[in-house]
């Protein structure tokens, strides 16, 4: 994927109006919330030149004595490449504390590189910059008018939350749910996936907004995402009944081993049918292989 520093700011599709969205068009949507006492930016973007932009739109949000925050939903670099801009101003970043050292990690510094290489333009003077303000499972931010409750949603990544807003009954779920599916990058993974799952569609929020989805899809995104990975465990588990392997060969045909095919797991509208070939295929064939090896591990 080629990316771009365009940065737009997304209509108001009906939710609170203290809810602004903004769009790196195709790669991410990100969020930034107007409360009494704060101004939250809610993800980064992919670098500073987007942080900027997102900066550029909220400003005039900074008076009545407002203070600016940042807050991370995780480290993936569409969520958190910006965090440079904001900790050059001296503004708070909170993140779980497990996201710091995927700062560091060789897997993240070497993606950094590649990218550079590819994309100089866009990714050139990135500097990997960690959360400052650290919590581990929840965190509250008062906001006066507004309450920010930070939970912890592990599973597309070990340090990811989501965030919710109980006054105005608004869930911003990041990559916990997405369109067509969240991805499980592990099989120790997709358990924790599944529980954040269950645990943010038992909020009941009247108002979902993702970083992967279209804006009005609604909380029903979240039931699709755990009907798919329950049909998921379905066909594997009579799989493995079958005696097919829970670690098939790299070159095996998931699809066909299995016998679940993209189509037949996720729901027949169009929405969900004319996805980027990528999740219709590979991607499903690796939730199919996690999940095989999911379901082994506990049988």
Partial sequence: MSHSNTVEFVTNGGWDERVLVFRNAPLVDTFAIISARYVVVVDTMINAVTAQKIWERIRPYLVNGRSLLVVNTHADYDHS????????????????????????E???????????????????????????ILYDEQLTIDGGDLTLQLLATPGHTVDHAALYIPEINTLLAADA??????????????PAMRQSLAKLAAINAATVLYCHAPTDIGAQLLHDNIAYFDKLEAACRAALARGVSANPPEDADLLALVGLAYETAVPPTAIWQNVHEYYRTHGHAAQLRAMLASTAAVQ
Avoid at 81 to 104: E, H, K
Wanted: hydrophobic letters at 45%.
């Fill in 177 to 190: 749910a997405e369109l067509p599916y969240p991805m499980a990058r592990t099989p120790a993974g997709l």
């Fill in 81 to 104: 490449w910006g965090n440079q801009f904001f900790a050059a101003m001296g503004v708070p970043i909170i993140g779980r504390r497990v996201s710091v050292p995927i700062f560091s």
């Fill in 106 to 132: 060789p897997d993240s510094t070497a993606f950094l590189q590649r990218v550079q290489t590819d994309e100089p333009d866009i990714f050139a003077q990135v500097v990997l910059t960690p959360p400052t």
